[in-house]
């Protein structure tokens, strides 16, 4: 696994910063995961759903990091592969892309994401699903939940690939 880069969250701060800070902390850890790897071992399956790779959850990521900020907080049509026929697309279309261009479009991503932030505040709301309105909190906060979780499965799949460990 590459050095550790992550910058940790600063104990003290307004609840933008804050909630940022353990996001950040969590995407940086995504991309660390990633690094160091073969294309082999970040395009292969180690647990029982083939969709759960590496390149697989970098991928993911990036179209969750999309859909929430760029479609659902700034409007933007959703631009992500999946579909109703091929829902797990994202997924299955990272089988063919290389690591670092994963790594690349999910780092891009995330930068996209901070400066919807930055122009918006935590309270600001928008229309959401036709189920009433959706604020930056809720999805800076699913974001930490989201990101955290697949950190998680990152842990297990690189622990099986090589035996690397630690948070």
Known sequence: MTADTRIDPAYVGDE????????DYLRATIVMKARGLSEEDAHRAVLPSKLMTVAGLLSHLRWVEAYWFR????GEPDAAPYTKERPDAEFEDAAHLPT??????YEAECANS???TARMGLTDTVPFRNQGEVNVRWVVLHMIEETGRHAGHLD???E???GVTGE
């Open 16 to 23: 933008l910063a804050q909630a940022e800070g353990f996001l």
């Open 71 to 74: 479609t659902v907080l700034c």
């Open 100 to 105: 670092a261009r994963l790594i690349a479009e």
């Open 114 to 116: 901070r400066a919807v």
């Open 156 to 158: 297990i799949i690189r």
């Open 160 to 162: 099986l690939l090589d």
